[in-house]
Nanobody, 121 residues
Framework: VQLQASGGGLVQPGGSLRLSCAAS????????MGWFRQAPGKEREFVAT????????RYADSLKGRFTISRDNAKNTMYLQMNSLKPEDTAVYYC???????????????WGQGTQVTVSS
């Protein structure tokens, strides 16, 4: 499966963005999906994950209540709604697909190219 992340941009603190991850191929619904982010000089970190049927989601503890992950298997697309954004949310956001519902990035098999999110006034 090929993944294409989009929706990033520059937003003021307290603002919102919705990221999308479009998948090609006919097997999107077979994969668990995840969002990760990487800030300059830092390791890639887990943001959220969603099971293949959207019945299970997990979030990084620091992001609970502000970020919401969802997916539409009919559209082969996953989303990340980000609210109340903070400067520390600035990073490149990556979407990923895998067969294990897990928070560690090394277990994901396919990755999108990333989309830049910058939170600044």
């Amino acid at each position: 499966v090929q993944l294409q992340a989009s929706g990033g941009g520059l937003v003021q603190p307290g603002g919102s963005l919705r990221l999308s991850c479009a998948a090609s191929g006919r097997t999107f619904s077979s994969y668990h999906m995840g969002w990760f982010r990487q800030a300059p000089g830092k390791e890639r970190e887990f943001v959220a994950t969603i099971s293949w049927g959207a019945g299970s989601t997990r979030y990084a503890d620091s992001l609970k209540g502000r970020f919401t992950i969802s997916r539409d298997n009919a559209k082969n697309t996953m989303y990340l709604q980000m609210n109340s954004l903070k400067p520390e949310d600035t990073a490149v956001y990556y979407c990923a697909a895998g067969v294990v519902l897990i928070t560690e990035p090394q277990y994901y098999d396919y990755w999108g190219q990333g989309t830049q999110v910058t939170v600044s006034s």
